[in-house]
Structure formats: C-alpha cells, structure tokens
C-alpha cells in the first residue's frame, strides 16, 4: 500500500439514537386507505409492505446484520478529494489477480456480499485456489458510507477514483473489474480511460446510455432490442425521469419515512429480478431490509440518485468528451458478458459488440438485475472463467 494515502480500518457501527429513531418512525407509520387496490399493479404492494414494515419494527435486527456486514475487512480513505468507504479483501492462492466491484442502485455494496468470500477463498468453496481474487468493493460516492459529493456530475469522475484507489492507493499495477447498473456504466469507463491498468472487465449487462444514439442499421435483434427498450421506457421509466429530473423534490419525502423509502426500494427488487412476482423466493426479508437500512441510517437516498442526474443534465462538452472516448472505444481491453434473462433489460451480443471487444458471452439459465444476490455460484463462476486466461496476459498499452 502507498505510504503517502491514509487508509483507515472502519467498523460499522451505527448509534443506537439512529435506530431507536428508526423504530419509533415505523411505529408511527401513517399508512394510506387504499385497500381496494392491495396488488402490484398499481407499485407497491400494501399489504406485502406493511407485513415487511411490521417485520422491520419488531424483528429485524441491525445488530446482527452489522456483525455479518464486519466480517469483512472495510477502510475508509481519501481518494481524488472525496472520502470512500471500500471492502478490501486479500485472497487466499498463490497469486490472487486484483478485482474491482462496482455496485448500482437501489442497492449498495451489500450486493456483493455473498460472492465477495468465494472470489477470494475459491477453495473453500469447492473451486480452484488458482482462480483466487483481490476483492476491492468500494461504496460509489453518495452510497452507503461514501462522501457525498458537493457537486454534480460525479458519475464521469468515479472511473478515474477507482483507478487512482486501485493503482496508487493500494499499489495495484494491473487488475479486473465487474459491475453491473451503475457498476457497468463505471467498469465500461475504467476500459475507457484506463485501459492500461485493466485485465479485463466482466459486466452484467451494456450500459443503458447507449441507446442514446441507436444504430441506422440495427441487426433483426438490435432492433427487437431497441422497441423492448422504447416500452420499457414508457411503462415504467417514470422512476429514473423523476431521480434525473427532480431527485430533491423526491429525496426529502423518502429520506423522512422509512415507509416509503421501503416502498420505493423493493419495488425495484421485485420488478428486476427473477422472482416470478414472489419476491421472497430471491431475497429474505433481512436481505431487502439490511440494503434498505443502510439507505435510511447513512441519509443516502437523496444522493444515490446522483448518477440519474450527472447522466441527465450533463452538458454538451461532457458529452462531446465522452462520444471521444466511444469512437476510441473499449476494444483493447477484454470484456466478458453474464446476461441473465430477467434483467431490466437483457441486451442482444450484436448490440454489446458495437462497443466492446466481447470475448464471453454467457446466456444464464436464470437470474436477473442483482445478480450477486440471485445467482452468486453462476456469477462467481462465470467471473473466474472469464478472466482466468487473462491472469497471466499482458495489459494492452494505454
């Protein structure tokens, strides 16, 4: 590690005002008289939301999470300005390859929980010690226990924060990266602008800002693609037009009831993932509530909608730099693709290979947008075969 960056060991551990605040809010939940609609269709289930409201209030334990969550070794540090909390876990092979793990939202770095252990410990898992990891999960900044930024457009900077914590801060010359929402979106950029500290990037799906600019030509996929992508936006886009468009006029209604921060959040669990509209057969209710708990004990939500806005209100140099970066592209760095078919929005190989050099592609059997979550043994598993010839290779130039 650099002698000249502080890096801090950080424990979670929330004061007890927070969430006896927290407990007397759900207590206090004022909820609304619409009982002739309790279904999905028309957002959030009622009555599921106030069965987990109840389960929040009387038997969801934080403590216990916070035990599980400090199992793993976090930091604290300073990097290109901004305070980034981060998991650094050392793996345990003969010469662990380096990996950075880029959340999205509505989550946070709990995503990665599950499948942080087997990338780091293959063999304790059943797998191959020579497929061993450096993980390194950061918070992006404006989640969970990260900076808030002061300014907007922070999403066009986290590449550049993530390399500096990767090569300077923890004197890594060469690493891996995978993401997926957001995390895609940061992991295309780091291909971008740092191509000559990459091995190879592993995402979950193509980040959405491309269909930007559709092709004229699109293939018979590409376009069933685009129209998919067109009635999506129209049927229930509404959230991310409302987080670019007006995130403090939202912020302050969720950020003051835990209520409907839980409605905002698990919707979008339910909607993205491969549940089949039963939203416990992928996530427990400790696992919704501890990545919703952190949301309301860190005072993040407000902020998470950063990225939707950086996107939205970008100006014209902003763009023009970054259609710079797309002519040049991600072609020298190697890019591997676990799609799984529920995802929000599962793009066709045709439609990732116009900006990436796609050397896997893998359709999963199952699985959607939280990954880590549903399907941590396919992830892990495409993760290690898609960057184990890559371990020994050469980074291409910068």
Same mark, same amino acid.
């Not at 309790?38 to 934080?62: K, P």
């Given at each position: 590690?650099?002698?000249?960056?502080?890096?801090?060991?950080? =424990? =979670?551990?929330?004061?007890?005002?927070?969430?006896?605040?927290?407990?007397?809010?759900?207590?206090?939940?004022?909820?609304?008289?619409?009982?002739?609609?309790?279904?999905?269709?028309?957002?959030?289930?009622?009555?599921?939301?106030?069965?987990?409201?109840?389960?929040?209030?009387?038997?969801?334990?934080?403590?216990?999470?916070?035990?599980?969550?400090?199992?793993?070794?976090?930091?604290?540090?300073? =990097?290109?300005?901004?305070?980034?909390?981060?998991?650094?876990?050392?793996?345990?092979?003969?010469?662990?390859?380096?990996?950075?793990?880029?959340?999205?939202?509505?989550?946070?770095?709990?995503?990665?929980?599950?499948?942080?252990?087997?990338?780091?410990?293959?063999?304790?898992?059943?797998?191959?010690?020579?497929?061993?990891?450096?993980? =390194?999960?950061?918070?992006?900044?404006? $989640?969970?226990?990260?900076?808030?930024?002061?300014?907007?457009?922070?999403?066009? *900077?986290?590449?550049?924060?993530?390399?500096?914590?990767?090569?300077?801060?923890?004197?890594?010359?060469?690493?891996?990266?995978?993401?997926?929402?957001?995390?895609?979106?940061?992991?295309?950029?780091?291909?971008?602008?740092?191509?000559?500290?990459?091995?190879?990037?592993?995402?979950?799906?193509?980040?959405?800002?491309?269909?930007?600019?559709?092709?004229?030509?699109?293939?018979?996929?590409?376009?069933?693609?685009? *129209?998919?992508?067109?009635?999506?936006?129209?049927?229930?886009?509404?959230?991310?037009?409302?987080?670019?468009?007006?995130?403090?006029? %939202?912020?302050?209604?969720?950020?003051?009831?835990?209520?409907?921060?839980?409605?905002?959040?698990?919707? *979008?669990?339910?909607?993205?993932?491969?549940?089949?509209?039963?939203?416990?057969?992928?996530?427990?209710?400790?696992?919704?509530?501890?990545?919703?708990?952190? $949301?309301?004990?860190?005072?993040?939500?407000?902020?998470?909608?950063?990225? $939707?806005?950086?996107?939205?209100?970008?100006?014209?140099?902003?763009?023009?730099?970054?259609?710079? *970066?797309?002519?040049?592209?991600?072609?020298?760095?190697?890019?591997?693709?676990?799609?799984?078919?529920?995802?929000?929005?599962?793009?066709?190989?045709?439609?990732?290979?116009?900006?990436?050099?796609?050397?896997?592609?893998?359709?999963?059997?199952?699985?959607?947008?939280?990954?880590?979550?549903?399907?941590?043994? %396919? %992830?892990?598993?495409?993760?290690?075969?898609?960057?184990?010839?890559?371990?020994?290779?050469?980074?291409?130039?910068?």
């Amino acid at each position: 590690m650099s002698l000249q960056t502080s890096i801090e060991p950080f =424990v =979670v551990r929330i004061p007890q005002d927070t969430l006896d605040d927290l407990h007397h809010r759900l207590e206090r939940t004022r909820w609304p008289e619409d009982s002739a609609h309790s279904d999905w269709d028309h957002g959030v289930d009622l009555g599921y939301l106030t069965e987990l409201v109840r389960y929040w209030q009387n038997d969801f334990d934080w403590r216990r999470q916070e035990r599980e969550i400090n199992r793993l070794a976090h930091y604290h540090t300073v =990097v290109e300005g901004l305070d980034i909390h981060f998991i650094h876990e050392r793996g345990k092979g003969d010469n662990p390859l380096p990996l950075v793990l880029t959340h999205g939202f509505p989550d946070s770095f709990l995503r990665f929980s599950s499948i942080i252990p087997m990338l780091t410990d293959p063999r304790a898992h059943g797998a191959d010690p020579a497929d061993a990891f450096d993980v =390194v999960a950061p918070s992006l900044p404006g $989640y969970g226990f990260s900076e808030k930024p002061s300014r907007d457009g922070s999403l066009f *900077k986290v590449a550049k924060i993530w390399h500096t914590l990767m090569t300077e801060t923890l004197s890594y010359g060469r690493f891996g990266a995978h993401g997926g929402d957001w995390g895609s979106t940061v992991t295309e950029q780091l291909a971008r602008d740092h191509g000559g500290s990459l091995a190879g990037i592993h995402l979950t799906d193509v980040p959405f800002h491309h269909l930007f600019k559709p092709p004229a030509d699109p293939s018979p996929p590409e376009a069933t693609y685009l *129209k998919a992508a067109e009635k999506l936006q129209k049927e229930s886009g509404a959230y991310a037009m409302l987080q670019s468009t007006q995130p403090h006029t %939202l912020g302050p209604a969720l950020n003051d009831s835990p209520a409907g921060l839980a409605a905002w959040i698990i919707e *979008k669990f339910r909607r993205w993932s491969d549940c089949g509209g039963r939203l416990e057969t992928c996530f427990t209710k400790d696992e919704l509530l501890a990545n919703i708990t952190l $949301y309301w004990v860190t005072g993040t939500i407000q902020s998470s909608f950063g990225p $939707y806005y950086d996107t939205a209100n970008a100006g014209a140099i902003t763009w023009i730099r970054e259609m710079m *970066k797309g002519w040049i592209g991600s072609s020298d760095v190697p890019a591997g693709f676990a799609s799984f078919p529920k995802d929000i929005l599962p793009a066709p190989r045709e439609w990732a290979e116009r900006f990436f050099d796609v050397q896997r592609w893998t359709e999963m059997p199952k699985g959607g947008h939280f990954a880590a979550l549903e399907q941590p043994e %396919l %992830l892990v598993e495409d993760i290690r075969a898609f960057f184990r010839p890559l371990r020994s290779r050469r980074s291409p130039s910068s």
